[in-house]
Structure formats: C-alpha cells, structure tokens
C-alpha cells in the first residue's frame, strides 16, 4: 500500500487549536465518532459516554508516560546563531537524539547553549531524518528541558500550550518528550464512571520516540518505527488475560497502548515485561489481543494512520474521516475522538 492511499483533505474549521479544557470546560466533553467495524456504519456520542458503549468486565488499557518539555529556542555558543533543537528522545547518560534547525550551523564539536546550560553536537546528519547526537554538559540534559524548553507542539495550535496540556490526568511515569494524547480526553470523574460501570482500567507505560517526525517512504512496506521502551506490569497482564478469558473486551487507548499489548502478545495472551519494541502495525497485522481501539483523528502521513487503517480497513477508515468532516469534528491532538468497535 502506497502511503497517499491514506491521504484526505482537511480545512481549518476541522483542526482544534486550543486543549479541551480551554475549549469546553473539561477535557471529557469531546465529541467520539463510533465506528462499528463489523456493520461498516458510523454513529455520534460523546467521550462522556464510554461507560454506556463499553460492557461491565471489559479492560481499557492507558499508558501512564509522563512528557516533559521537548524543544529548546537555544543559541549556538561561538557566533550566538540562534536555532531551535526539537528533541527526539533522550537517554541515562545525558545523550539525545534531535534535530537542530537551521542547520548549517551545525557540525560535531558545535556547543549549544540554551540559558547558562551548555551541550555539545557528538554526530550530525544521522539518517533518514538528517537528526543530531548531542550530550549535555554539565547538568542534566531532562534538567535543561525542565528549565528552559517548550513542549513539542503541531504547528496549527493557537501558542505554546505548557505541558501540563500536554499530559494526561493519570501519567506518572516520566520518560518522554511526548505524551500519550489519547488519554487527554479523560477526567477523574470519567474514570471513576467507568470503574463504576465495571470496567477495569490496565495502566502500562510506554516512552513514545520520534512520532513527530517525517513519514519519508512512498510505499508503507518500506517504513519503520523507532524502537520504544514499554512495561507491560505484572497487574495489568492479568486484568488483560481475565478479561480476554472472560469473553470481555480490551481496549486500546491510543496508539501506545495498542503496540505495548500487542507487543507483549504471544497466542491471545500477554506476558509482564520490560524491553523495547520496534512493533509496526499495519495492514496485514492479526491483531492478538485488543478488541476495540479508543483514539484521536490523525495526519495522514504518519505510522499513526497507518495504525488506524491496520486496525480499521482502509475503506472504511477513509469513510468514517470523511463523515466526521462534514459532521464537524475536530482533528489532531486537542480534538474529538474515535472509537472503532
């Protein structure tokens, strides 16, 4: 499958700009179109009403990962160039991978500054997305992010959001520069309704990497996914498992979820673990052990889409995006919602 296979048109009164607290009052009062996958027909709710579309017993898995801010408006240290460094991932020893722009800059040897806090460029142009090996010096690298750096934002929101737009009410688990925004879409009290409905929330953490950057391949086949950490707990394999036993449904929220279960899937059940996964799920994929997939309304050239199409059929995922635009739902990450049944 060719990736503009997935493309779809989209005008600006269908992008949100602005969290849904800002918009709404609360984030749980987004709209959700339901994709009946077996009847290939659409129909409208809203987020507050999971606990009346799912069904006493059924688990819906969240992902806990806690982002801290990812980019950084920094200066080049000899000739005070300014540049801005978008953060792909960072690691222990104070290495990340990012991408510094503008880039003729920049070369191994070059120290970054961004307030008093210095790092250096290790390697450059680093394949396929042209990043940078850089370290910092001195203080910790998720210390100069903490202090002095912006969120990783899409380019239509209405400003900089602070990150705490950016986390869902149940992360906890830091280790990202990005954030599970699947889970924004949920409160307390949402939760509390769906506990109170009898369905079980399975919390795993897993460290997005680099969903921001470029899908470069033409054909779908060719791409690949940076290998992410995840932790499947002990707890929540085995609310997975009951379930799965039971007869009852396990959902996904958002993509991160769906590739930490199916990662730690062998023959329809899960095992606890830690590792890192290089999962790619697209079409084809014989998805092990999630029913139904709770998410956002995604740009078409990311691996994200090509999730969705895995899980959906491409067809029918190309309809239910074109009724949600003439509905007027709202797109990306601060938007409505989708839940594929």
Same mark, same amino acid.
């Given at each position: 499958?060719?990736?503009?296979?997935? $493309? &779809?048109?989209?005008?600006?009164?269908? %992008?949100?700009?602005?969290?849904?607290?800002?918009?709404?009052?609360?984030?749980?009062?987004?709209?959700? @179109?339901?994709?009946?996958?077996?009847?290939?027909?659409?129909?409208?709710?809203?987020?507050?009403?999971? /606990?009346?579309? @799912?069904?006493?017993?059924?688990? @819906?898995?969240?992902?806990?990962?806690?982002?801290?801010?990812?980019?950084? $408006?920094?200066?080049? !240290?000899?000739?005070?160039?300014?540049?801005?460094?978008?953060?792909?991932? &960072?690691?222990?020893?104070?290495?990340?991978?990012?991408?510094? +722009?503008?880039?003729? #800059?920049?070369?191994?040897?070059?120290?970054?500054?961004?307030?008093?806090?210095?790092?250096?460029?290790?390697?450059?142009?680093? !394949?396929?997305?042209? @990043?940078?090996?850089?370290?910092? *010096?001195?203080?910790?690298?998720?210390? %100069?992010?903490?202090?002095?750096?912006? /969120?990783?934002?899409?380019?239509?929101?209405?400003? +900089?959001?602070?990150?705490?737009?950016?986390?869902?009410?149940?992360?906890?688990?830091?280790?990202?520069?990005?954030?599970?925004?699947?889970?924004?879409?949920?409160? /307390?009290? *949402?939760? !509390?309704? *769906?506990?109170?409905?009898? %369905?079980?929330?399975?919390?795993?953490?897993?460290?997005?990497?680099?969903?921001?950057? /470029?899908?470069?391949?033409?054909? %779908?086949?060719? #791409?690949?996914?940076?290998?992410?950490?995840?932790?499947?707990?002990?707890? !929540?394999?085995?609310?997975?498992?009951?379930?799965?036993?039971?007869?009852? $449904?396990?959902?996904?929220?958002?993509?991160?979820?769906?590739?930490?279960?199916?990662?730690?899937?062998?023959?329809?059940?899960?095992?606890?673990?830690? =590792?890192?996964?290089?999962?790619?799920?697209?079409?084809?994929?014989?998805? =092990?052990?999630?029913? #139904?997939?709770?998410?956002?309304? #995604?740009?078409?050239?990311?691996?994200?889409?090509?999730?969705?199409?895995?899980?959906?059929?491409?067809?029918?995922?190309?309809?239910?995006?074109?009724?949600?635009?003439?509905?007027?739902?709202?797109?990306?990450?601060?938007?409505?919602?989708?839940? &594929?049944?």
């Amino acid at each position: 499958m060719k990736v503009e296979e997935l $493309k &779809y048109a989209l005008g600006g009164e269908n %992008i949100a700009s602005s969290p849904r607290e800002v918009r709404l009052g609360q984030r749980d009062l987004g709209r959700m @179109l339901v994709v009946d996958r077996q009847r290939k027909a659409q129909r409208h709710a809203f987020v507050r009403s999971l /606990p009346e579309l @799912l069904a006493p017993g059924d688990v @819906l898995v969240l992902n806990n990962s806690k982002r801290i801010p990812g980019l950084l $408006k920094a200066h080049v !240290a000899h000739n005070e160039a300014q540049v801005e460094v978008q953060f792909v991932h &960072y690691e222990e020893n104070d290495q990340a991978l990012c991408r510094i +722009y503008p880039g003729h #800059h920049v070369r191994p040897g070059v120290y970054i500054r961004a307030g008093r806090s210095l790092f250096e460029v290790v390697q450059d142009h680093i !394949a396929p997305n042209d @990043l940078c090996l850089v370290k910092a *010096l001195g203080t910790s690298l998720t210390e %100069i992010l903490k202090a002095e750096g912006y /969120p990783i934002t899409s380019f239509f929101y209405s400003r +900089y959001w602070e990150v705490e737009y950016l986390n869902p009410c149940f992360s906890s688990q830091e280790g990202a520069i990005e954030s599970p925004l699947a889970g924004l879409h949920f409160t /307390p009290r *949402l939760l !509390a309704d *769906l506990s109170a409905a009898g %369905i079980a929330q399975a919390y795993i953490t897993l460290h997005s990497v680099g969903s921001w950057l /470029p899908f470069l391949e033409e054909d %779908i086949e060719d #791409h690949a996914v940076n290998k992410e950490w995840f932790h499947m707990p002990e707890a !929540a394999a085995d609310l997975i498992n009951a379930a799965k036993e039971r007869g009852n $449904k396990v959902i996904a929220c958002g993509s991160t979820a769906m590739r930490t279960v199916e990662s730690a899937a062998t023959n329809g059940r899960v095992r606890a673990m830690q =590792q890192r996964s290089d999962l790619y799920i697209r079409p084809g994929h014989a998805f =092990q052990v999630v029913d #139904h997939y709770f998410t956002n309304f #995604h740009p078409y050239r990311t691996s994200l889409m090509v999730l969705d199409a895995a899980f959906c059929g491409k067809d029918l995922l190309l309809e239910s995006y074109e009724v949600a635009k003439r509905e007027g739902y709202l797109f990306f990450e601060f938007g409505d919602a989708v839940l &594929y049944l």
